[in-house]
C-alpha cells in the first residue's frame, strides 16, 4: 500500500483502538452515513446514553421506512447493534443476549417485527468458522422465541467494522483523530467556526440582502436563507468550485458549515461528505495533495478549504473538476483576484445586520444586557468579530450607554476590562496594521518585524509579543510566516489612526527605504482601503506627482511598480487619471503609452475602465482607452481595449455610473469625426449601447474601500424608454447623414 493511500485508510487494528464510548458512536454514525447517501432521513438512527447505563440491550437503534442498501451493513428497517469493545466469544454471547437466562425484551422485539440483530465487537477478528459460531450462539440464544427464524442476526468484528468505514471516507478520518493518528489539519463536519457551543449554536437567520453571486452580475443580492440554498445547490453537484469571499468577521466560516446544518433551511449537504480544513494550521497533506486522494477514491466528498489564496483555489479547482472527479470545492477567503478560473462561481458575504449581531452577543455573553448588545452591535458594523472581541472586555453591570465610537474602539484592547499596557497594544497594533500582512517569524536585523519595531519605538521581542496577543483576542490571523491584522474594519481604523500619530515622511522614508518590494507593495495594498484618510491621499497624490516615484516614472513602471499604482489609485482616483493622462500627451511617453508592444498597456486600461465608475471622470479615462485602441495596427474590434470599451457603455452591468446623455455624447463625436477608425468605434459602442442580450461582464467591480456595485442601470420602465429613445435617435440621425453624403 503507497503511504499517499494509506493517509485515507484504516484497518481492524485502528478500530481496535477506540473506546467504548467513540465505538458506539461510530456505529452510530456509520447507519446515519448509509442512509445519507440514500437521500434518506437519518432521523431513524438513534443512539446515546452512558455505555454502562441499561439499554434494553441495544446501544444503535435503526428503524425506517426503507433499509439503505448502499453498504449492506443494515441488513433490515427494523435493526438493532449491541455494540461491544471486548471481544464476544461464544460464553460471552449467550450472556449477553440472555442475561439470567431470559431473553432481552428489545431483542424480543426484533424478533416479533422480524427485524435484525447484530453483535459488533472491535476486539473481535474473526475467521470464517469463529463468524460462524458466533452466529450460531446467536441463533441458539433466540431458538426459544416463537418466529425466531425470522430474526436476522449477524456478528462485525473489527475487520468488517473497518470495511464499513471506509465507505465513507470522513468517517476514516473522524476514526484516525480520535485514536490519535490524525491527518495534521483535516476535520470532518464540525465546530469549524469555533462557536463556544460547538454544532448545537443555532445559526441565526439574517434578512439582510448580504449574499451576492459574482458570476450573475446582478447588483441585487440574497437574504441568507436563500443564499445558503443556492450554495447547496452548486456545491450539491460533483465537480463544483465554489469560491467565498468577504471581510474578516462577517462569518464566512459559519455560513459554510451552516450549509450542512439540517436546522437551517431545506436540503442540506451530507454532513458525512465533508472534509475541513484551514490553511493558517499548516494541514498536512496540503490541501492540493489531500485532493487528489479524494479524486482517487472515486466517492462523493466535498472539500472545504479556509483562508485558502487565489493561486490555491485555482490549483484545487484544475484538481476537483477533473472529469470523472466526485469532489465538489468550496474555499473561503477574505480577498478577492479577478483572475480566477472560469468553472469557479464566486459569492460575496456582506456584513450582517445589527439585529444578528445583537442575538450573537446576547446568546454567546448572557451576563450582557440587551442595551450593551445594541450599542455593541451597531459599533462593530455587522461584523461578529469585531462585536465578539468587544464583548469579551465588557463586564456584567458595566454600561456603555454615551460611549464614543473611540472608546469602544480602543476597549478591544484592553484586558479584562483594566486598560494595562492597552498603548502600547495598540500602538504595536497600529504599526503592523501599516500592512495589509507581514513576516511575523523572522526577527533578524533586515527584517519586517525589526522594521514595525523601530516605527512602534519597542522591542522586536516587545511586538513579538504584542502579536501573539492580538492573536489570542482575535484580531490578528497567521498563515505559515505570515501574520495580518484582521478583522479589515480594525486594521483600516488602526492604520488611519497610526499614520495621524506618526509623522508621515518618517513612515514613508521607513517603508521606501527598506529594500523591499514584497513591503513596499504590502503598505500599498493597505492605503488602497484608506481613501477618507488625509494623510493617505497625501502620500498617494506625492507619489502620483509629475516628480513622484510613480508619476514620474509610469513609462518605466515594472511589474512590481505597476502593482504599486493599482494599489494606490483608489485613494485618489483624479490623481490616478492626471498622472495617466501626462504620459499620454506626452511626447515621448505618450508614444509608450499607446505601444502595444508594451505589455502594461492592457493593466492601465483596465485601471482607466475602474477610474471610468465616476461621472467626473469618464470623458477623459473613455478618451485615454479610445487612445490606445487607435494605437492598435489594425482595427481590430474584437482586441481586449475594443471590448473593455464597449463594456462601458451597455445599458446595464456597464461598470459606470455616467448618465446615458455622456454616453451618447461621446458616441456622437466619435461618429462625426472624420477619423474612418473613430467612426468604427462609436459605432461598435452605440451597437453595444442597443444591445440587449449577453449582458454580462467579467470584469471586478471592486476599487480598495469603495463602496461599488455594477453601475447604472434603468431602475423602471421609463427610464428604459428614455435609454433606447436616446441611441436610437443617434442611429435616426446617422443613417440620414449617410443618406445626405451618398
Known sequence: MSSQSSLLEITGDDIAQLNDADLRALIG????????????????????????AADGGLDVSVSGDRVPNLSGFIPDCNTGFQVKKPDMPKSAIAKEMRPKGVLRDAIKSLVKAKGAYIIVSSNGSTTDLALESRVDAMREAVSGEEGFE??????????????WARLHPSMILW??????????????????????????????????LRLFNDNKRDDEGMPTEAGISELRENLVVPRASIRLVGLSGVGKTRLVQALFDERVGTYALNPTLAFYTDISGSPSPDPERFARLLTALNQRTILVVDNCTPDLHRRLTAVCTEAGSEVSLITIEYDIREDIPEETNVFRLLSASGSVIESIILSRFKYLNQANARVIADFSDGNAKVAIALARNIEAGETLSGFKDDQLFERLFWQRNVRNESDSLLTSAGVCSLLYSFDGVD????????????LAEVSVRTLFGDISRLRGRGLAQSRGQWRAILPHAVANRLARRTLDSIPKDIIVSNILNSGSERVIKSFARRLSYLHDSEVAVEIAADWLSEDGWIGESIVNLSDFGMDVFKNIAPISPKDTLGAVRRAANDPEKGQWFT???????????????????????????????????????VDNNNSEVCNILQSLFRIKISGTHASPVQRANIITELLNSENERNQNIGLKL??????????????????????????????????????????????????????CTS
Not at 526577527?443 to 523601530?454: G, H, M, V, W, Y
Open 29 to 52: 454514525m456509520l447507519c446515519e452515513c448509509d442512509f445519507r447517501a440514500e437521500n434518506l432521513p437519518p432521523a431513524g438512527v438513534t443512539w446515546g446514553g452512558n455505555q454502562d
Open 150 to 163: 425470522n430474526l436476522h442476526v449477524d456478528f462485525y468484528d473489527r475487520g468488517r467494522i473497518a470495511t
Open 175 to 208: 476514526v484516525r483523530n480520535k485514536i490519535g493518528r490524525p491527518l495534521t489539519g483535516w476535520q470532518s463536519y464540525g465546530n469549524w467556526a469555533n462557536s463556544p457551543s460547538g454544532v448545537k449554536e443555532e445559526y441565526v437567520i439574517d434578512s439582510k
Open 443 to 454: 526577527t533578524s536585523d533586515n527584517s519586517e518585524l525589526n522594521l514595525l519595531a523601530s
Open 595 to 633: 505601444s502595444t508592444a508594451n505589455p502594461k498597456h492592457i493593466s492601465l486600461v483596465r485601471l482607466l475602465r475602474q477610474l471610468a465608475y465616476d461621472p467626473t471622470l469618464f470623458e477623459d479615462s473613455i478618451f485615454l482607452m479610445i487612445k490606445v485602441n487607435l494605437s492598435e495596427k
Open 686 to 739: 452605440l451597437e453595444e449601447a442597443l444591445a440587449t442580450r449577453n449582458l454580462i461582464s467579467s470584469y471586478g467591480a471592486s476599487f480598495g474601500a469603495h463602496p461599488r456595485g455594477h453601475g447604472y442601470r434603468p431602475r423602471t420602465s421609463g427610464e428604459y424608454l428614455t435609454w433606447f429613445e436616446l441611441f436610437l435617435g443617434i442611429c435616426k440621425k446617422h443613417i440620414l447623414a449617410e443618406d
